[in-house]
């Protein structure tokens, strides 16, 4: 099986670090995985996008016309990726800063996820990206949260314990919204 | 095996130049091959060697000149506009028969043109590049393993024949990540008393590296003898890859690099339509794999060559095929890239 992923936001919301997280999960779990960022003179506030594929076989192109899943941290990325996505695919947006997709097929799931408030709520609104992840991976399971939570740890474990169980926490509120989705 | 590491293809070609006992990196930063001379600022330092962001591109091919004179492995990156600059300090390295490592991350062309990912350098890399008779040669990779392989391999065929390496990827390649295991060992450096300046077997000779030549039968020998040496390393270092080629298609396709890599998505695609499609994908662009490609070519209708550009590695299929078959070419400038989507249909409506 083959999952494309896109994430895509304002500069400085992580999306580039979800589609980060989980390729780098895909590939400690045995996957092929690629990690193609948008990349080009942009500022922060400006846009940014990541294109993911996981994978079961080796991975020919790393960009794609449509995908399986959009994460759409904002509005902009919402109005400019909607359409792209797959047949019975699934665009998972920010409720907090974005409306409803508009005119996508009836046959993509769309999952609003109120990010940046769960983010507030835990305590640091930056980590709406986290809870993007968490939903995320509960929506897809194309991989394990486990991995990317021991990913995690590894990162911030030793450099930054606080801001590692923020990340955790935000992750799992994320995945708790969407099983109630 | 060691550990798989997700890493851009700019950080990762870098590590593998370091363990590959690189220790002198020379260069100035250009977008899309930024992350390259980061990495090299920040790992130089922590392993002794030498990291200098020189004050312009001729500056920095000059260093490496100066550096492989001196027997060590040296190395120097850029994207096209800023390799364009480095071309007369390359044809200085080729005249000198030093051993060099140059990086091309090439992005949108001519001129400034854009940071997006291109092919458009395929002429300038194979051709030799700089004023005079010459050539490099040159790796193509089309994964971020591939990338980072070819950093021991480019030194290596570098110190065998005593001649710059040219690799040359693209901006996607540069800027994507992919899982990448690095080897436990890298083959050494190769002994410099051949070349390298006080270090003469023969204590009382000395190596003198010059590349100005005023008796016109002395240039002529020592040309000579550079294409001697052009003769070994076509003998002996062509590289290709082949996909699909076991279902017999009719159609061949050539491509390279980036844009080979999207032709296999399209080829996996075709397949399920039942089209069957092969690729041809040149590793080494110079020497380029003419046998292997006419061989591969026996018995199709065509050869259709799909690159990012108006039609360069083009010619040099059509000097492989010498008739053979027809050809045709699929291409995109601007830094445009296929989809595989894209891809397919296009092929798809060249095969009917």
């Known amino acids: 099986m083959t999952t494309r992923i896109l994430c895509a936001g304002f500069g400085g919301q992580g999306a580039l670090l979800i589609g980060k997280l989980m390729v780098n999960a895909g590939m400690l779990e045995g996957k092929h995985v690629t990690w193609l960022p948008s990349y080009g003179p942009e500022m922060r506030g400006g846009t940014a996008n990541v294109m993911c594929v996981i994978s079961d076989k080796p991975v020919g192109s790393p960009i794609f016309d449509r995908m399986d899943v959009l994460v759409a941290l904002n509005q902009p990325s919402l ?17 907090s800063l974005c409306g409803d997709p508009a005119r996508v097929d009836g046959s993509v799931k769309v999952v609003a996820v109120p990010l940046t408030e769960i983010a507030e709520e835990v305590g640091n609104v930056k980590a709406a990206n986290m809870v993007a992840l968490g939903a995320l991976i509960e929506l897809t399971g194309c991989v394990n949260r486990q991995t990317v939570e021991e990913d995690l740890r590894k990162m911030l474990e030793k450099k930054n314990p606080a801001l590692l169980e923020q990340n955790l926490t935000a992750m799992e509120r994320g995945a708790k919204f969407a099983r109630q989705a | 095996m060691t550990e798989k590491i997700l890493m851009k293809g700019n950080e990762a070609v870098a590590e593998a130049a370091i363990r590959a006992g690189c220790r002198h990196y020379f260069a100035y930063p250009i977008t899309p091959q930024s992350e390259l001379i980061e990495y090299m ?73 854009n940071i997006a990912p291109m092919q458009c350098d395929y002429f300038q890399a194979t051709r030799g590049g700089g004023h005079g008779d010459y050539y490099t040669p040159v ?49 050494p450096q190769r002994d410099p008393s051949d070349w390298a300046l006080g270090c003469h077997k023969d204590r009382k000779e000395n ?21 001697e040496v052009y003769e070994e390393i076509k003998k002996n270092e062509v590289r290709f890859e082949t996909y699909n080629l076991e279902s017999r298609p009719k159609i061949l396709v050539a491509s390279t690099g980036t844009a080979a890599r999207v032709v296999k998505s399209a080829i996996d695609a075709l397949k399920e339509q039942g089209v069957e499609m092969g690729l041809f994908r040149p590793i080494t662009l110079w020497p380029f794999p003419y046998d292997a490609l006419h061989q591969a070519a026996a018995g199709v209708d065509k050869v259709i060559t799909v690159e990012l550009n108006m039609g360069q590695m083009e010619q040099d299929v059509r000097l492989a095929l010498n008739g053979l078959c027809p050809t045709e070419f699929v291409g995109k400038a601007g830094g445009l890239v296929f989809t595989p989507e894209e891809l397919a249909d296009i092929l798809r409506k060249k095969a009917s």
Do not use: W
């Not at chain 2, 200085?92 to 043109?113: F, K």
């Open chain 1, 79 to 95: 109005d400019k990726f909607a359409l792209q996505t797959k047949e019975n695919g699934l665009i998972l947006s920010n409720a």
């Open chain 2, 41 to 113: 600022a920040k790992k130089m330092p922590k392993v002794g060697g030498t990291f200098l962001q020189a004050e312009s591109e001729v500056a920095a091919i000059n260093m490496v000149l100066g550096a492989a004179a001196c027997g060590v492995r040296t190395m120097t990156s850029s994207s096209s506009p800023g390799i364009s600059l480095k071309q007369e300090g390359i044809s200085y390295i080729a005249a000198s028969r030093l051993p060099a490592v140059i990086v091309n991350v090439q992005r949108g062309g001519p001129g400034l043109g």
């Open chain 2, 139 to 187: 790796l193509s990779p089309s994964t971020v393993q591939e990338f980072a392989d070819m950093a021991p391999l480019a030194f290596e065929i570098a110190e065998r024949y005593r001649t710059p390496v040219l690799i040359l990827a693209d901006g996607m390649l540069g800027q994507m990540m992919e899982p990448v295991v690095f080897p436990e060992s890298y083959p």
């Open chain 2, 207 to 227: 190596h003198i590296i010059n590349t100005l030549f005023i008796d016109p039968n002395l240039l002529d020998s020592k040309t000579r003898i550079l294409f």
